[in-house]
């Protein structure tokens, strides 16, 4: 899979809006870019960063608990192919153990998702990788926890739930 030099930052420049309602729960944003196919909601107390090369966008509440989005190929890959390449790439990563991999359908498309334990330091990462095709473009959606898993599951749960492909 090929990455690309291609950086994208979603902004807020509303100051007034600290992520909460008036009734102090957490307000849904929308992963809504220019040129990229698809969106899906997160919540609104994400902090927002620039990602490594690839990475179009990166949001979530410490270092290692986040939703990112990588491009993988500006080609569209089959899902057999998905399967496969992205198991290659995910066994090569030092302590990740892959604990579950399928299929589901989202937003009229369907996607191959992995999930894995990796092993960093003192630290065990959990992470479920979903890949797919939108816009004739190959794509990675990542949800990554650590200490505050129960977040970021509910975090990715809601992206999907509201994933949907222009």
């Given at each position: 899979m090929v990455g690309l030099v291609y950086f994208f930052v979603l902004r807020d420049?509303?100051?007034?809006?600290?992520?909460t309602s008036s009734t102090g729960?957490?307000?849904a944003k929308t992963f809504d870019l220019p040129g990229i196919p698809f969106t899906f909601e997160y919540p609104g107390n994400?902090?927002?960063n620039d990602g490594p090369q690839g990475y179009v966008w990166i949001g979530?509440?410490?270092p290692y608990d986040m939703i990112n989005v990588k491009r993988l190929a500006n080609q569209p890959n089959p899902v057999a192919r998905l399967k496969k390449s992205s198991r290659e790439a995910l066994t090569k990563v030092p302590g990740l153990t892959i604990t579950?991999?399928?299929?589901e359908?989202?937003?009229?498309?369907?996607?191959v998702k992995f999930v894995a334990d990796t092993i960093l330091g003192d630290k065990t990462?959990?992470?479920?990788?979903?890949?797919?095709?939108?816009?004739?473009v190959t794509w990675q959606l990542e949800c990554e926890s650590n200490a505050e898993r129960a977040a970021i599951d509910a975090a990715c749960a809601r992206a999907l739930d509201t994933f949907a492909v222009r």
């Amino acid at each position: 899979m090929v990455g690309l030099v291609y950086f994208f930052v979603l902004r807020d420049d509303d100051e007034k809006d600290n992520g909460t309602s008036s009734t102090g729960s957490l307000t849904a944003k929308t992963f809504d870019l220019p040129g990229i196919p698809f969106t899906f909601e997160y919540p609104g107390n994400f902090a927002l960063n620039d990602g490594p090369q690839g990475y179009v966008w990166i949001g979530g509440i410490g270092p290692y608990d986040m939703i990112n989005v990588k491009r993988l190929a500006n080609q569209p890959n089959p899902v057999a192919r998905l399967k496969k390449s992205s198991r290659e790439a995910l066994t090569k990563v030092p302590g990740l153990t892959i604990t579950s991999e399928g299929t589901e359908s989202r937003g009229g498309i369907e996607l191959v998702k992995f999930v894995a334990d990796t092993i960093l330091g003192d630290k065990t990462l959990h992470s479920q990788f979903f890949y797919f095709v939108a816009g004739q473009v190959t794509w990675q959606l990542e949800c990554e926890s650590n200490a505050e898993r129960a977040a970021i599951d509910a975090a990715c749960a809601r992206a999907l739930d509201t994933f949907a492909v222009r």
